[in-house]
């Protein structure tokens, strides 16, 4: 049986419903380039992009903060956009969608439960909240809790409060799916053994036949976890006792800090960075204290609820003790040291805090329905508070994504996705088969620009990844995209503090050999394909060039240069070891130069007199790591040796 709530008039219930999910949308949908795209954001999207044109099936998510990977669902779930498009634009929006739909959520389980009163208020604060909105605009599985959350209390309570069949069958599987989404979801598991208990007398064989499904949702992550041997206990040990020290399990406050923080919607220079915060906060910091009011109200709103449950027992009293549960379950859980704890991890808590507030309006409403005057001021003073806050907070919102969309905030808010899609269309409108990207590094997965470019060029059929110290010159002309700008390549400039990026054609003709000595004149070839052609030593900045050519297919494995810097006497006195260039990018006929710099032992370059140069495969293994040597052959296919020598200046 429902509670009785208050309603008010339709046409007044649907006006509201609509303001409240367009500025949902307005704040979540809007700007959408205004976003941040980073490694996590990258990784998740190349494994659902991957899954979607039938290359992998993943089991496994990306690495969680906690040090294991994550369940694939949020794989899964991304994979939607990405059959429409690779663009990422797209995905976040997706993201964003479902914070909308989350919103829409709130408005719906509000007015079921308490009336039209609550829904309006729990939704517009939801909707405008600062916190709220910033974790529904990134392609990150944490942003896609929300609505996941709110159908699984939902099914709770249509399943075991009201005893529907169906709810009861999708309530357990719901909340595996969002426990996979963010192991932060954990927090829902007390109030969902709640519902079951209230509902004990309700169960139907739905309800045994929602463990099957929920066994089936969990499945592939757990198929994952053991192919990986996540659950082996040298890996939970990793996890629980990080760098083999044991975590002492005390009490800490940031929890509670940081669920005051994300409820007001303070905190912002967390996404401007320390830097900008000031530039920023002279336009708002005299506004967002106001914001600090938020948490006091839940709090209040929070002890109203434990008080009339213990006042008075009726049909809404499971409802508000399961929202309790909730509410009190996400700052407890995480303010006990088990694990770090992060303010996204807060991301459970937006929705019920808001839902709690207006509850609490609802009830002051209900409770002066027989003063009509006092309803009166009340309606007049309550609603121009409302209507005040939720400007101040739209407005706040949109300061604050103008400001990161201009302002140099990349020690905080990097550079938004926006700014890379011009890039991005140029490149794709061009067609090219065969590019070369020199950014940050060469490991996808792991180099942030590597990865972030590789999603965002996911339809050139092949790019190949370098780095500052690694030129490579391809046989056949290839795009580049670099940060080389000159007057000579296409500039593409981005917010004020930036770094530009520049798009030019490179082949093996563009290297000019006259800056190099040549050496190696018998050809000598390293096993792996590998032949050094040339070299420019710059005693300066100790600095040393290597000109190699690729004389065989692309190897699987990743090979790197021993660089053993020799004095006068032809001995050993630094060394310089460095990754040559990945085994995959490599194709015969490419002219790599690879740059070796000094790091330690600068105060000995003064000695340095020549150089032995070797190639080796590096292996981990259970024994330790291990180095295998390349032969060197010659012409004939004898092998020589295992290191050229070089002597600088030597002819």
């Known amino acids: 049986m429902l509670p009785t709530v208050t309603t008010l008039p339709r046409r007044l219930e649907w006006a509201a419903l609509a303001i409240v999910l367009i500025l949902a949308a307005v704040l979540r949908l809007g700007m959408p380039g205004v976003v941040e795209f980073k490694l996590d954001e990258a990784n998740l999207s190349l494994l659902s992009l991957d899954m979607v044109h039938g290359r992998s099936f993943p089991l496994l998510g990306i690495d969680s903060s906690v040090g294991i990977r994550n369940a694939p669902v949020s794989v899964y779930i991304m994979a939607l956009p990405y059959l429409f498009s690779s663009s990422p634009v797209l995905a976040t929006s997706f993201v964003g969608l479902l914070n909308v739909i989350a919103v829409g959520f709130v408005y719906a389980l509000a007015r079921r439960y308490y009336g039209s009163i609550a829904a309006i208020v729990a939704s517009l604060l939801y909707a405008v909240g600062p916190w709220a909105v910033i974790y529904s605009r990134k392609i990150w599985a944490q942003d896609m809790l929300p609505v996941f959350i709110l159908l699984t209390i939902g099914c709770g309570l249509l399943g075991f409060v009201e005893g529907k069949r169906w709810a009861q069958l999708l309530c357990l599987p719901l909340l595996a799916v969002t426990g996979q989404i963010h192991y932060g979801a954990i927090v829902l598991i007390p109030a969902i053994l709640?519902?079951?208990?209230?509902?004990?007398?309700?169960?139907s064989r739905w309800f045994l036949f929602s463990f099957?499904?929920?066994?089936?949702?969990?499945?592939?992550?757990?198929i994952g976890a053991r192919q990986a041997s996540l659950l082996a206990p040298e890996n939970l040990q990793k996890v629980l006792a990080p760098g083999n020290r044991t975590r002492a399990i005390t009490f800490s406050e940031s929890a509670l800090q940081f669920s005051a923080t994300t409820i007001a919607g303070n905190g912002l220079d967390f996404v401007t960075g320390s830097q900008a915060w000031q530039q920023f906060s002279a336009s708002v910091d005299n506004i967002t204290p106001l914001f600090d009011l938020l948490p006091w109200l839940v709090v209040a709103a929070g002890l109203w609820l434990v008080v009339r449950a213990i006042r008075s027992r009726n049909s809404r009293t499971p409802v508000d003790l399961t929202l309790l549960l909730w509410l009190v379950a996400t700052p407890l859980v995480f303010s006990f040291t088990w694990t770090a704890v992060y303010q996204h991890y807060m991301i459970p808590l937006i929705p019920v805090a808001y839902l709690v507030i207006g509850i609490a309006?609802?009830?002051?409403?209900?409770?002066?329905?027989?003063?009509v005057a006092a309803r009166r001021l009340v309606f007049a003073i309550g609603g121009l508070a409302l209507v005040a806050f939720v400007g101040v907070q739209c407005w706040v919102n949109f300061a604050l994504l103008n400001f990161v969309s201009v302002t140099d905030t990349k020690e905080a808010f990097v550079t938004p996705l926006g700014d890379y899609i011009p890039i991005r269309d140029e490149i794709l409108a061009e067609h090219p088969q065969n590019m070369l990207a020199k950014l940050?590094?060469?490991?996808?997965?792991?180099?942030?620009?590597?990865?972030?470019?590789n999603v965002l060029l996911y339809d050139v059929p092949s790019i190949r990844y370098t780095d500052k110290m690694t030129d490579v010159y391809p046989a056949e002309k290839a795009l580049l995209i670099s940060h080389?700008?000159?007057?000579?390549t296409r500039n593409f400039t981005l917010r004020p503090g930036d770094k530009c990026y520049a798009l030019s054609t490179v082949g093996a003709d563009d290297l000019d050999l006259t800056a190099y000595h040549p050496v190696n004149e018998a050809k000598l070839t390293f096993?792996?394909?590998?032949?050094?052609?040339?070299?420019?030593?710059?005693?300066?900045?100790?600095?040393?060039?290597?000109?190699?050519?690729?004389?065989?297919?692309?190897?699987?494995?990743d090979f790197g240069f021993s660089v053993h810097l020799l004095n006068a006497n032809k001995e050993k006195i630094l060394q310089s070891d460095d990754l040559s260039w990945r085994g995959r990018y490599w194709r015969k006929g490419d002219t790599v130069v690879k740059h070796f710099c000094l790091k330690d032992g600068m105060e000995r370059k003064g000695e340095i007199a020549g150089v032995r140069l070797g190639m080796y495969l590096h292996e981990d293994t259970a024994e330790g790591p291990k180095f295998y040597n390349q032969d060197l052959y010659d012409v004939n296919g004898a092998v020589t040796g295992q290191q050229i020598e070089i002597m600088f200046g030597a002819k």
């Open 212 to 222: 099957v499904l929920t066994v089936l949702v969990i499945l592939p992550y757990a």
């Open 440 to 453: 940050d590094g060469q490991f996808i997965g792991f180099h942030d620009e590597a990865t972030e470019w």
């Open 361 to 371: 309006v609802a009830d002051v409403w209900r409770g002066l329905s027989s003063n």
């Open 527 to 557: 096993a792996n394909g590998a032949r050094i052609t040339a070299y420019r030593w710059e005693p300066d900045s100790a600095c040393l060039s290597v000109v190699w050519t690729i004389n065989g297919p692309a190897p699987k494995e």
């Open 484 to 488: 080389d700008c000159t007057a000579t």
């Open 194 to 203: 709640y519902l079951i208990f209230v509902g004990r007398n309700r169960l």
